[in-house]
C-alpha cells in the first residue's frame, strides 16, 4: 500500500517520512488510531516506503535506528509502487514484512498462529483495509462468539520470525495489529521489544492504547492518529466507493472521523438493509403473520452472502442499543440506525437485546452450513417475536439447531 491510498493523515506521513530521512525511528513504534482513521494502512504504507527501492538509501549499510549514520535524503515522498520490493510489499508477500494479529482456534487448528491464516489476512488487507476486529474474526471464525487472540503460539513464532536475518531489506519489519489483545502472552515478547535483534522495527496498531500492556506501552513510541475531517471522508466515499456525492456528503457529517462507520452506512443503504429491517419489525410487531410470510420469502430469495450481511447489519444496530443503554450516550451511527434503536431500547432491555443478538449470531452460522433459509428465517422471525413480546431471553432450541 502506497502512503497516497491512505486517507488524509497528512502530518503523520510528513512524521514518518522524516524518522526515516533522519534514521530516527525508534525500534517499538505504537500506532493508536481508533476504529475508521486509518492506523493499519498507514503502518502498511510506511513499511512499503521503508523497503521500496527508490527510497532506501544506496549507503552500504543503510539504518533506520542510528541518527549517527549518514543521512542520505530521498526526494521520493511516497513508495513507487513498481519496483520489486513494492510490488511484494503490496500484496503483502515481502518476506521482511512480518504481520501478527488476532486468531481463532478451530476444529482443524488447536493452536492457532498467524502463518495459519495468511490467505484471509491478504485478503482482508486487500478488501477492508479499514476494517475491524470484528470484520476480521467474521471472516475467519467457526463458532459463535469466537474472540480473537494473539496466542502463545504467535508468540513464540514472532521470536523466531525475527531472530532470523532478513531476506531482501535491509531490515526486518513486524506490524502486529491489536497488541491489546496479546493477554499475558504479551509478556513473552518484552525481551525482543526492548531488546530487538538489529534493524527489527516493530509497528504495533492499536485502537485502544489503555488496554495494551503497560510493559509493552512503555517500550514504545507513541503516535496518535487524529480523527478524520468529514472532508476527506466524503471525498473518499466518492471516490473509492463510488457514493454519490450528496449521499457521501450526509454520510460523511455522521461518520464521526470515522471511514469504516462510513462505509458501512453506505453498503446498508446501497443494500437496502434499512428498509428491510423496518419491514421485518412491523411484520413482527404491527402487521402480522402474512406480512411476516412475505417478509421471510424475500429474503430467502437473497443468495447466503447476502443474508449474513443482512444480519450482520441487525447485529450492529442491536449493538447500538446496547450501547445506547449502557452508556446513556449515542454511538456514531446512521440516522435510521440510530432511530430504530431508539425504538428497540423503549421495547426491551439490554439482555433481551443480548438474546436477539445471539439469535442473529446462531442464524448467520447455520446459514454458512446450507441450512434452509425460508425455514430458518421463519423459526428466526417467532424468536424475534417471543424475546421482544415475552421478554424471554432463553429460548428453547429450533428445528434448525442440532
Ligand atoms: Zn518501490
Not at 139 to 149: L, M, T, Y
Not at 162 to 175: A, N, W, Y
Not at 282 to 304: D, F, H, M, Y
Not at 361 to 367: D, V
Request: with cysteine; proline share 5%.
Amino acid at each position: 500500500m502506497q502512503f497516497a491510498q491512505v486517507i488524509g493523515q497528512a502530518a503523520l506521513k510528513e512524521k514518518l517520512r522524516g524518522l526515516q530521512a533522519q534514521n530516527r525511528i525508534s525500534h517499538a513504534l505504537m500506532l493508536v488510531a481508533k476504529e475508521g482513521t486509518g492506523g493499519l494502512p498507514l503502518a502498511l504504507s510506511f513499511a512499503q516506503y521503508l523497503v521500496c527501492e527508490k527510497v532506501s538509501r544506496q549507503s552500504p549499510e543503510p539504518s533506520l535506528f542510528d541518527p549517527t549514520a549518514p543521512t542520505l535524503q530521498t526526494s521520493q515522498t511516497d513508495s513507487c509502487g513498481v519496483c520489486p520490493p513494492c510490488k511484494k510489499a503490496a500484496a503483502f508477500a515481502h518476506p521482511d514484512i512480518h504481520y501478527s494479529f488476532p486468531t481463532v482456534s478451530s476444529k482443524s487448528i488447536d493452536k492457532p498462529r498467524c502463518s495459519d491464516f495468511m490467505v484471509e489476512w491478504r485478503t482482508f488487507l486487500q478488501e477492508q483495509p479499514y476494517g475491524n476486529l470484528f470484520d476480521w474474526i467474521e471472516r475467519i471464525k467457526e463458532k459463535e462468539n469466537s474472540q480473537g487472540k494473539i496466542t502463545t503460539y504467535e508468540c513464540e513464532d514472532i521470536n523466531k520470525k525475527l531472530s532470523r536475518k532478513s531476506f531482501e531489506s535491509p531490515f526486518k519489519i513486524l506490524i502486529l495489529w491489536m497488541p491489546e489483545m496479546l493477554e499475558k502472552e504479551g509478556n513473552k515478547l518484552l525481551k525482543i521489544i526492548e531488546e530487538p535483534p538489529a534493524d527489527t522495527l516493530f509497528m504495533l496498531v492499536t485502537e485502544n492504547e489503555s488496554l495494551v500492556l503497560p510493559t509493552i506501552h512503555s517500550r514504545c513510541q507513541v503516535i496518535r492518529l487524529p480523527m478524520l475531517s468529514a472532508g476527506e471522508i466524503e471525498n473518499n466515499l466518492v471516490e473509492r466507493e463510488g457514493a454519490s456525492p450528496a449521499l457521501a456528503k450526509q454520510l460523511a457529517q455522521l461518520a464521526d472521523g470515522n471511514f469504516r462507520e462510513a462505509q458501512q452506512q453506505l453498503q446498508h443503504t446501497e443494500e437496502g438493509w434499512q428498509i428491510r429491517l423496518r419491514d421485518w419489525l412491523n411484520a413482527i410487531l404491527r402487521t402480522g403473520p402474512l406480512a411476516q410470510v412475505k417478509w421471510v420469502e424475500e429474503i430467502s430469495k437473497l443468495g447466503r452472502e447476502k443474508q449474513k450481511q443482512f444480519l450482520r447489519y441487525v447485529i450492529h444496530v442491536l449493538e447500538t442499543a446496547i450501547r445506547m443503554q449502557a452508556t446513556g450516550q449515542m454511538p456514531a451511527v446512521g440516522e435510521e440506525e440510530a432511530a430504530v434503536a431508539i425504538k428497540l431500547n423503549r421495547l426491551i432491555g439490554i439482555e433481551q437485546l443480548e438474546a436477539l443478538s445471539r439469535e442473529m449470531n446462531k442464524a448467520t452460522y447455520y446459514i454458512e452450513r446450507n441450512a434452509h433459509a425460508k425455514m430458518l428465517f421463519h423459526a428466526l422471525t417467532l424468536r424475534v417475536y417471543h424475546v421482544i413480546q415475552d421478554k424471554v431471553v432463553l429460548l428453547m432450541p429450533s428445528d434448525t439447531d442440532e
